[in-house]
């Protein structure tokens, strides 16, 4: 796959389901750990509540679910969503390890046709999926319909920052650092796949204007880790006869 390469849905279901035994001990490695913070932020953002029913969009194995589950307890409710079997496995497997207490369900399906009523839940999480998904509108969309009045969906992915020497450094690391390691496993294409993603991915700005498109209001995107990462807070109107 070369950089300009057009991703389908089936590539990156494949992309995943091959980077599924490694997922998470690179992740750990080529963020120091600090993906877990970057992840709770997010949770906090969805400002989720006890006996909450969440959803996590792009669930992969797991990460998000278990804080989002953590923050609603044990009288609340989180589905993990992902289209790639190898993932939700592990995802099912870590959680049912760490935290059986905690009610987590597993759901195989598309970012793009969520398999869910209009208004079931009252927060969402998405981490590392916007970016992913073939139509990020549609796939807003979506997050919107399911959503209950009032409700939040807190968005994490990477982001290009505005300064170029931050630009500079989140490349090199990325190409230096990144595609490297992955070579060794046998996973070079699949990591070099992180750059031109992120090229095409709309800036904070941007996706803050498709996100209000869709009818999303108190649209916010914070960018973190120096703008090399961001995340997109927003809430869905309470629509009355008024407005
Ligand atoms: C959890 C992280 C990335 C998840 C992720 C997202 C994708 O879209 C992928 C696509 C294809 C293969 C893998 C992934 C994937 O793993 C973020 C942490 C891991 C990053 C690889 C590390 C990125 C580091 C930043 C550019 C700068 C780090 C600053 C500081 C030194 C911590
Ligand atoms: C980089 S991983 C992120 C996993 C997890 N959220 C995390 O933060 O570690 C992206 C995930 O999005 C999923 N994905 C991408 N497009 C999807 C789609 N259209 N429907 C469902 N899952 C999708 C992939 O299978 C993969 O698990």
């Known amino acids: 796959m070369s950089d300009n390469t057009w991703h389908s849905a089936t590539d990156i279901q494949k992309i995943?389901?091959?980077?599924?035994?490694?997922?998470?001990?690179?992740?750990?490695?080529?963020?120091?750990?600090?993906?877990?913070?970057?992840?709770?932020?997010?949770?906090?953002?969805?400002?989720?509540?006890?006996?909450d029913v969440g959803l996590d969009i792009c669930c992969?194995?797991?990460?998000?679910?278990?804080?989002?589950?953590?923050?609603?307890?044990?009288?609340?409710?989180?589905?993990?969503?992902?289209f790639s079997q190898e993932l939700l496995a592990i995802a099912a497997q870590r959680a049912s390890k760490k935290y059986p207490?905690?009610?987590?369900?597993?759901?195989?399906?598309?970012?793009?046709?969520?398999p869910f009523e209009d208004n079931t839940f009252d927060c969402a999480t998405m981490g590392y999926g916007l970016r992913n998904v073939t139509d990020i509108p549609r796939c807003l969309q979506e997050i919107h319909r399911v959503l209950k009045p009032k409700a939040k969906v807190a968005i994490l992915?990477?982001?290009?920052?505005?300064?170029?020497?931050q630009q500079i450094f989140q490349k090199w690391y990325l190409d230096h650092l990144v595609v490297p390691l992955a070579q060794q496993y046998g996973l070079k294409d699949e990591y070099a796949y992180i750059m031109p993603s992120l090229e095409r991915f709309p800036s904070?700005?941007?996706?803050?204007?498709?996100?209000?498109?869709?009818g999303f209001d108190s649209v916010i995107h914070y960018p973190i880790v120096g703008g090399m990462m961001g995340v997109l807070v927003a809430t869905k109107t309470v629509r009355t006869e008024h407005n």
């Open 16 to 51: 995943f389901d091959r980077i599924a035994p490694v997922y998470d001990e690179f992740n750990n490695w080529l963020s120091f750990g600090q993906h877990r913070i970057w992840k709770q932020m997010t949770v906090n953002w969805t400002e989720a509540k006890h006996s």
């Open 157 to 165: 992915d990477f982001h290009r920052p505005y300064q170029p020497w």
């Open 101 to 114: 207490m905690l009610r987590l369900e597993w759901v195989q399906g598309d970012a793009l046709n969520l």
């Open 204 to 214: 904070g700005t941007d996706q803050v204007k498709l996100a209000q498109k869709v």
């Open 60 to 82: 992969g194995s797991g990460d998000l679910s278990q804080l989002l589950a953590r923050k609603v307890g044990k009288t609340g409710k989180v589905i993990g969503l992902d």
